[in-house]
């Protein structure tokens, strides 16, 4: 496949650009640079995600600029995450292990269409990370897909650089590179991803162009952003939307209160699992009649269950409310487990929020029984 690429700077929007991370062009420390996204950040479609992924490429490029230094590289990236898992994945899956110098934030594709809520995640992600560490750098990654290809600032795009704009932080429109190479002819976005969505080898290697031509002008040129007034971009007192997921985080499931009906497993040997890389261990129980409890402190609350062939539906209760019926029932749970979260009603303020699961004997016509497995517990 031969392909031109696109000519301006225009997918490049530099905004307060990576002070951090060019102040530390002078020293010698260990360095730290982590990749939250989803399935293409995860490595999808490349023939060896390790090496050839637009995380990998990216990383590689990287330790050339910081030759000599110890350059840790983290992939956070989960298939069929949104930002608003991102958010709630952030503190376990990136911060794990202290705080990264630099991270990619790539959700454009995942992100459905309700604007609030994709703010919610994305400007969660940005505050919690300005909050926990003001010093380090982040760049928001946008990846084609067919819908990030019906223009050049189709919706879910637009709505990432809101929160872009509003915190100064750089962005790097891969879609919109595509999207005027595909125009002017010099590319295939069907040879380049069969599915729509994830890049082979070559489309890997384009995405790590574009990235890599931002990061040139962004550490190495000499011309840095200078008049974006950096300090107070960085934590704005107002947020964009009161509700997001600033304090958004995954607990273990082992702190909700049980019936006796639940034991503490793993996924059975042999089970198909997708978009999880992690421990398995989760509360589960196929009894109807089974339930349990939790609180937290917060605007909002969720689960993460994993959801498979035998998936059930369950019923919820906040705050000794009314309950209300779930089914996470969906054309992937017949092939495979995976974790799929789901985040109750927001609260109007940040109290303490009662929540009360039950089990039920109901289940999706395609399912084959009324499993519950709770892998996470979310709170925001």
């Not at 690429?5 to 020293?27: E, F, T, V, W, Y």
């Not at 230094?69 to 794990?96: K, M, P, W, Y």
């Not at 290809?149 to 962005?171: D, Q, W």
């Not at 978009?275 to 917060?298: C, I, K, L, Q, Y």
Request: proline share 6%; net charge negative; charged share 20%.
């Amino acid at each position: 496949m031969s392909h031109r690429s696109s000519g301006g700077n225009d997918i490049i929007a530099p905004r307060r650009g990576l002070p951090g991370m060019r102040r530390k062009l002078a020293g010698r420390s260990p360095l730290t640079v982590a990749f939250l996204g989803g399935s293409i950040t995860e490595g999808a479609g490349a023939s060896e995600p390790e090496t050839s992924s637009w995380r990998a490429l990216t990383g590689l490029y990287l330790q050339s600029v910081y030759e000599g230094r110890q350059l840790r590289c983290i992939n956070a990236g989960v298939g069929g995450t949104d930002s608003s898992f991102g958010a709630h994945r952030l503190a376990e899956h990136v911060f794990h292990a202290g705080s990264p110098d630099l991270l990619f934030v790539e959700f454009s594709v995942n992100d459905g269409g309700d604007r609030e809520e994709s703010v919610r995640g994305m400007e969660g992600i940005v505050r919690q990370c300005r909050r926990l560490n003001p010093l380090m750098d982040l760049i928001f990654i946008y990846t084609a897909a067919d819908k990030n290809l019906t223009g050049r600032k189709p919706f879910n795009i637009a709505v990432h650089e809101e929160v872009a704009g509003y915190y100064g932080i750089p962005s790097v429109d891969c879609a919109a590179g595509v999207y005027d190479m595909i125009q002017a002819g010099g590319l295939d976005w069907k040879q380049c991803a069969p599915d729509g969505y994830h890049p082979l080898d070559e489309g890997h290697a384009l995405y790590a162009a574009f990235v890599r031509r931002y990061l040139e002008q962004a550490l190495l040129e000499g011309n840095s952003p200078s008049g974006m007034a950096a300090d107070n971009l960085l934590l704005p007192p107002v947020p964009l939307v009161h509700c997001n997921y600033e304090y958004g985080e995954m607990l273990d499931c082992s702190i909700a209160s049980y019936s006796p009906d639940f034991c503490i497993s793993e996924l059975p040997s042999g089970e198909p699992l997708i978009n999880w890389r992690f421990s398995t261990v989760h509360a589960w129980t196929d009894d109807p009649a089974a339930g349990f409890s939790f609180e937290v402190t917060g605007q909002c609350a969720g689960l993460v269950l994993l959801c498979g062939p035998d998936t059930g539906i369950f019923e919820y209760s906040l705050n000794g409310g009314a309950f209300t019926e779930v089914n996470l029932f969906d054309e992937w749970c017949p092939g495979a487990y995976r974790p799929v979260p789901f985040m109750f009603p927001v609260q109007a303020a940040r109290a303490v929020v009662s929540i009360t699961i039950r089990n039920t004997d109901r289940r999706d016509s395609r399912s084959t029984g009324t499993g519950l497995r709770v892998l996470k517990l979310l709170h925001s």
